[in-house]
Nanobody, 122 residues
């Protein structure tokens, strides 16, 4: 089992950058794939990015491709989401999730953090 805590959210202007962190507990974190999802008010939770357990594979939603970068540092039990060129439509609560599988569906992940708010003003 793994517990996840997100951090790094905040209020920024369009075009700015933020780096979100997902810190995990548990000695087997390197065995888990990790995904980032987001949910804006009134919207369903949507996939943002995922990284495989080895870190060799990454996958992005088309809406963030080229602007966001997911990475992991297993020595620190942390996965990062570097978000550049932020847009107002990126405003949402961002969640990280982990499981043994690697996919873009929220139902594939059993372990979730509490979320961190990202607000991008125009």
């Amino acid at each position: 089992q793994v517990q996840l805590v997100e951090s790094g959210g905040g209020l920024v202007q369009a075009g700015d950058s933020l780096r979100l962190s997902c810190a995990a507990s548990g000695r087997t974190f390197s065995s888990y794939a990790v995904g980032w999802f987001r949910q804006a008010p009134g919207n369903e939770r949507e996939f943002v990015a995922a990284i495989s357990s080895s870190g060799s594979s990454t996958y992005y939603a088309d809406s963030v491709k080229g602007r966001f970068t997911i990475s992991r540092d297993d020595a620190k039990n942390t996965v990062y989401l570097q978000m550049d060129s932020l847009k107002p439509e990126d405003t949402a609560v961002y969640y990280c999730a982990a499981d043994y599988g690697y996919g873009s569906s929220w139902s594939e992940y059993n372990y979730w953090g509490q979320g961190t708010q990202v607000t991008v003003s125009s």
